[in-house]
Structures are given as structure tokens and as C-alpha cells.
């Protein structure tokens, strides 16, 4: 009876993420987690099937007077508890590998991103550099230039006024 409870859960849950998607689309990995579910519910369906026909079997043969062997029905019925078990904590890990694995890619295109972005700034740095360096020899030259026509004004100049000193003297 726990495994009917079970089983219209997860049926229920199924009908709920189905109900969610209306209307959007799927990605690749929604559409293949939801192949899982499906999978694991028909699996656990025919389980359930055999263990009604396991014990419908039993009952005719112990009404027909048929004995059956009570320990060997007990094994098989832990085995596929078991092995039901077994199957949830697969998928389980296979689910968190996937989410890992996605994990893992978005990280590597961050990464892949601050890369990118990291060589150009280092580009527009070394740009900003040549262009201070350039117009830094600018200045100097530029200074130099104008020392030297302030040297010419000032030669003038004193010509000049040397000239005027003479001519009204």
C-alpha cells in the first residue's frame, strides 16, 4: 500500500510540473529529467504489477493447496525493496551530477567572460599610456619652444629699447 502512496505522489507531481510548462518551452535537460520520471514511474508500476500477481498467484495456489515457499517470496520482495531504493539514490546522483555539470559551465563562461574583459582593459591601459607618454614629449617639446620664442621677444624687445635709448640720447 506504501508503494501506491507512493506512486500517485509522484504521478501528482508530474501532473504539476506538466501543468507548469504551459505554454513555455523546455530545455534539454527539463525534457530529459522528466523521461527519468516517467521511466522510474512505469518501472515502479510494473513492479507493482508483478508483486499484485506475485500475490494473487500465492493465494490461488494456497486455495488450490498448492505450498508455496514463504521465504524465497520474502527475499525477492527485499531484493526489490532494495533495489527500488537502489534506483532513487542513482537518479538522485545523477540529478545532482547534472546540476553540477551545469554549474561547472556557467562558472567556465563567467570565467571565460572576466577573461575576456580583463584583456580589454588591458588594451585601453596600454592605449591611455602611449598617449600619455606621447603627450608628455609633447609638453617638453612644447615648453622648449616656448622658452625659445619668449627668448626671441625678449631679445627683440631689448633691441628695442636699446635702439630708442640711442636714437633719444
Known sequence: ???ITIFSIRLESLQSLLAKLHGKPISEKEMNRRKDMIGNLRSQANQ???ALNMSNLANRDSLLGSEIKPDNTMSQLEQDEGLEKLEE???STKHIALAVNEELGL???LIDDL???VDVTDSRLRRVQKNLA????????GC???SMLLSVLGIVGLA???YLLVKYL
Open 160 to 162: 628695442v629699447v636699446i
Open 48 to 50: 507493482m504489477a508483478n
Open 1 to 3: 500500500m506504501d508503494e
Open 134 to 141: 606621447v603627450m608628455n614629449k609633447n609638453m617638453r617639446s
Open 115 to 117: 577573461d575576456y574583459h
Open 144 to 146: 622648449s619652444c616656448m
Open 107 to 109: 562558472q567556465t563562461r
Open 89 to 91: 539514490t542513482v537518479m
